[in-house]
Nanobody
Framework: VQLQASGGGLVQPGGSLRLSCAAS????????MYWIRQAPGKGFEQVSG???????YLSESVKGRFTISRDNAQNVLYLLIKRPQTDDTGLYYC????????????WGQGTQVTVSS
């Protein structure tokens, strides 16, 4: 069971970036999936989630700017970041939800997003 996040980098405020998370070793379409970030010196923040039916959740801090999606045929989770702000800087992790209860049981390795002009 593995999650491999990619797509991070340096982005200017007002630009855009798409993160990807490739899943393997499990039936991707059966699980809720999440993006979680950790800003420098701060704790973890769940920024977005998507359920098995495609329903999505976005935290208030990213609503209207981030879009989560999934491709169950390719086993890939995405996070489209638009109009990033400096507060969006951090390490972004994808994670698999635990069936039936809150929490995550598998994490990717994280991909760094830095927002700077």
């Amino acid at each position: 069971v593995q999650l491999q996040a990619s797509g991070g980098g340096l982005v200017q405020p007002g630009g855009s970036l798409r993160l990807s998370c490739a899943a393997s070793g499990f039936t991707f379409s059966d699980f809720w999936m999440y993006w979680i970030r950790q800003a420098p010196g701060k704790g973890f923040e769940q920024v977005s989630g998507i359920n098995v039916g495609g329903g999505t959740y976005l935290s208030e801090s990213v609503k209207g700017r981030f879009t989560i999606s999934r491709d169950n045929a390719q086993n890939v989770l995405y996070l489209l970041i638009k109009r990033p702000q400096t507060d969006d800087t951090g390490l972004y992790y994808c994670a698999r939800g635990i069936s039936g209860i809150p929490g995550y049981d598998v994490w990717g390795q994280g991909t760094q997003v830095t927002v700077s002009s």
